[in-house]
């Protein structure tokens, strides 16, 4: 069986912003792909990279070094027009905030980015606000605006307009974040059954457990480095052990050699969180933490 095709390839890429005269580094030499079809969580603490990342390969962001390919084209010096109109063909997004236009009925909301292209006649962007809404379940509430509806059918909108472009992938920004526990493992359960009806390649920043859960791929960043990559077989992950993560639990040793830190960090939230956290390990070592490559 030939191997699976990557939709996204990230190659060594950083992205650094100016935050006065502090260089703020983002992304740190990241490289991995996203194969076609799969159900992919980035996960990691706030502030870890995670939502530059998806930013990146949703072409919002360009990187400051390193490449970004997504279905074949490298975009890293393409001109914001040009990102604009691969966006609009190959990316949909998914926000945790949902982002719907409050003057709009969810089917106006769910056809609204098939305005902008020209290519879709009048029929078929019926056709598609149709079957998508029926997807999500919401074919009765077409006529409805945003605040006639609860959250959980908002973000279903939400998911159908995501849809209606066929795109080739959807970007999820913590999908679940504003919605109950029981309302977000609907929604999840529904991207997964449209992810594998469509073969749709999902990716999302998360910290949910639940998405990491039901993930078949999970990439893990802290302090916008690469720290993990699983793949999921059946119920089983196989994890690529990174660079990263190596100076990670070296720097974690150096800490459980310290008679006053041992038995803190036999506590494994405790060490979960200094695992997560370079700024925490960085004050527990005394601002001694490794910062080379």
């Given amino acids: 069986m030939s191997p699976a095709k990557s939709v996204v390839r990230l190659e060594h890429v950083c992205k650094e912003y100016q935050l006065g005269s502090e260089a703020v580094h983002a992304v740190r030499d990241v490289s991995f792909d996203i194969e076609d079809k799969v159900f992919l969580a980035i996960a990691g603490p706030s502030g870890s990279g995670k939502s530059t990342l998806l930013n990146l390969i949703g072409c919002i962001d360009t990187p400051s070094a390193g490449r970004v390919i997504i279905d074949g084209q490298d975009v890293s010096g393409k001109t914001p027009d040009e990102l604009a109109e691969l966006r ?18 969810a089917e106006e909301n769910v056809e609204y980015p098939l305005l902008q292209r020209p290519d879709i006649s009048k029929a078929e962007r019926q056709e598609r606000v149709k079957f998508f809404l029926n997807t999500v379940g919401l074919s009765k509430f077409a006529k409805h ?33 504003n919605l109950d526990h029981k309302t977000g493992e609907s929604i999840l359960s529904i991207m997964r059954a449209i992810n594998q009806a469509f073969e749709t390649t999902f990716v999302f920043s998360t910290h949910d457990q639940r998405v990491m859960a039901m993930a078949d791929r999970l990439v893990r960043v802290s302090d916008g480095e690469l720290t993990a990559f699983g793949v999921k077989s059946g119920e089983r992950w196989s994890f690529v052990r990174t660079k ?28 979960e969180m200094v695992m997560e956290d370079v700024n925490l390990r960085r004050a527990l070592l ?3 933490v490794d910062n080379s490559g």
């Fill in 88 to 105: 609009s063909r190959t990316i949909s997004f998914i926000f945790q905030t949902f982002n719907l236009f409050p003057v709009l009925t």
């Fill in 286 to 288: 005394g601002d001694h």
């Fill in 145 to 177: 605006r945003p605040n006639q509806l609860s959250g959980g059918q908002r973000q279903r909108v939400a998911i159908a307009r995501a849809l209606s472009t066929r795109p080739r992938i959807v970007l999820a920004d913590e999908p679940t974040a």
């Fill in 244 to 271: 990263a993560a190596a100076k990670q639990e070296a720097e974690v040793q150096r800490l459980q050699e310290d008679p006053d830190l041992k038995d803190v960090l036999e506590d494994p939230v405790l060490r």
